[in-house]
């Protein structure tokens, strides 16, 4: 139906800057909006940052005025830049999508997570 496929992900020092993508392809018809979670051990899944397809966009407190989030509605890809990171900022980073596929409705759709780790 829909893959996600995510890719920047990696190890950095505080202070440092990283930028996640995230490339949605499959039977889509449209799409809704895409955004980033994030999941630390032990920790629920949170909302980092998401975009809304016409433009909107959404973060948590925590990455404001740090992380950015883009989109390329050509390329159905997403993009998560992320600056001044923190250690507390480490965690699993999840790529979602809430798209139409035909024959299968709206649906949210996840990718497999990329690991960021902040650290010294």
């Known amino acids: 139906q829909v893959q996600l496929v995510e890719s920047g992900g990696g190890l950095v020092q505080p202070g440092g800057s990283l930028r996640l993508s995230c490339a949605a392809s499959?039977?889509?018809?449209?799409?809704?909006?895409m955004g980033w979670y994030r999941q630390a051990p032990g920790k629920e899944r949170e909302l980092v940052a998401r975009?809304?397809?016409?433009?909107?966009?959404n973060y948590a407190d925590s990455v404001k005025g740090r992380f950015t989030i883009s989109r390329d509605t050509a390329k159905n890809t997403v993009y998560l830049l992320m600056n001044n990171l923190k250690p507390e900022d480490t965690a699993v980073y999840y790529c979602?999508?809430?798209?139409?596929?035909?024959?299968?409705?709206?649906?949210?759709?996840w990718g497999q997570g990329t690991q960021v780790t902040v650290s010294s």
């Open positions: 979602n999508a809430r798209a139409l596929v035909a024959a299968h409705g709206t649906n949210d759709y």
């Open positions: 499959g039977s889509i018809f449209s799409i809704n909006r």
């Open positions: 975009i809304i397809w016409d433009g909107i966009v």
